[in-house]
């Protein structure tokens, strides 16, 4: 239930995607975090996360790179300033504060996720070939 997250941290640990988050947690997290910290190693993670999305998002569609890197750089500040000693004193982390603080960190950026070149190379294209689009929704 990913619309029941109230914080950013518990939307990317537990609520979206846990696949993902499982293997870049046994793969990368946990070595690093042995190496680096944790902290450092959740950046990496954030950026790694970042870099996926990149090849998945932005190289098919030739268009819009770093945007998805950007934006999953952008939610691991928002983690840490959630974590921050202000963020928690601000109750960024839980209840309805934590609920908005993580719809606007997620949805305010989402343009750099599913950029411009993106829907328009790769998600109208598609929605065309199913049928559910007609070829002027390209124009």
Request: some cysteine.
């Amino acid at each position: 239930r990913p619309l029941a997250a109230t914080s950013v941290s518990a939307f990317w640990g537990q609520r979206w995607n846990t696949a993902f988050r499982d293997l870049t947690h046994r793969f990368c997290f946990r070595p690093l975090a042995a190496r680096m910290g944790p902290r450092w190693a959740l950046v990496v993670g954030f950026v790694f996360s970042g870099l996926v999305h990149d090849v998945v998002i932005s190289v098919p569609a030739r268009g819009g790179y770093g945007g998805p890197t950007l934006f999953f750089v952008l939610q691991g500040i928002a983690l840490f300033a959630e974590r921050s000693r202000t963020g928690r004193a601000w109750g960024l982390g839980r209840g309805t504060r934590g609920w908005l603080f993580t719809a606007v960190t997620l949805l305010l950026p989402v343009p750099l996720l599913f950029h411009g070149p993106f829907v328009h190379e790769v998600v109208i294209p598609f929605l065309v070939f199913l049928g559910v689009a007609d070829d002027s929704a390209t124009a």
